[in-house]
């Protein structure tokens, strides 16, 4: 069993930055690609970003493109999201998620191996 929990969340001015880390447990995930999504109140759960297993390829969904970066650091089982330039609309909570799949494929939430509970970003104006 995998274990994944966020940390990192809180609140922020519009224009800040704030970073979220997940960390894994239960084994390694060394060989899972790794992402975030956030989902807003009354929305769909949406992708953010996602980093492959060795860190060499990372992709971003278009709204947070050049504000937000995506890192891991498998000796520590940890996946990192660096966001920069919050905007109200990044007021969300923030979920790690990890899959056995190609990196390509991790903006797709369904069927996703493990889920972390989600940590609540809030960006005020």
């Known amino acids: 069993q995998v274990e994944l929990a966020e940390s990192g969340g809180g609140s922020v001015q519009a224009g800040g930055s704030l970073g979220l880390s997940c960390v894994a447990s239960g084994r390694t995930l060394s060989r899972y690609a790794m992402g975030w999504f956030h989902q807003a109140p009354g929305k769909e759960r949406e992708f953010v970003a996602a980093?492959?297993?060795?860190?060499?390829?990372?992709y971003y969904g278009d709204s947070v493109k050049g504000r937000f970066s995506i890192s891991r650091d498998n000796a520590r089982n940890t996946v990192y999201l660096q966001m920069n330039s919050l905007k109200g609309e990044d007021t969300a909570v923030y979920y790690c998620?990890?899959?056995?799949?190609?990196?390509?494929?991790?903006?797709?939430?369904?069927?996703?191996?493990?889920w972390g509970k989600g940590t609540l970003v809030t960006v005020s104006s």
């Open positions: 998620a990890a899959g056995e799949r190609s990196v390509q494929s991790m903006h797709v939430a369904y069927g996703m191996d493990y």
């Open positions: 980093i492959s297993w060795s860190g060499s390829s990372a």
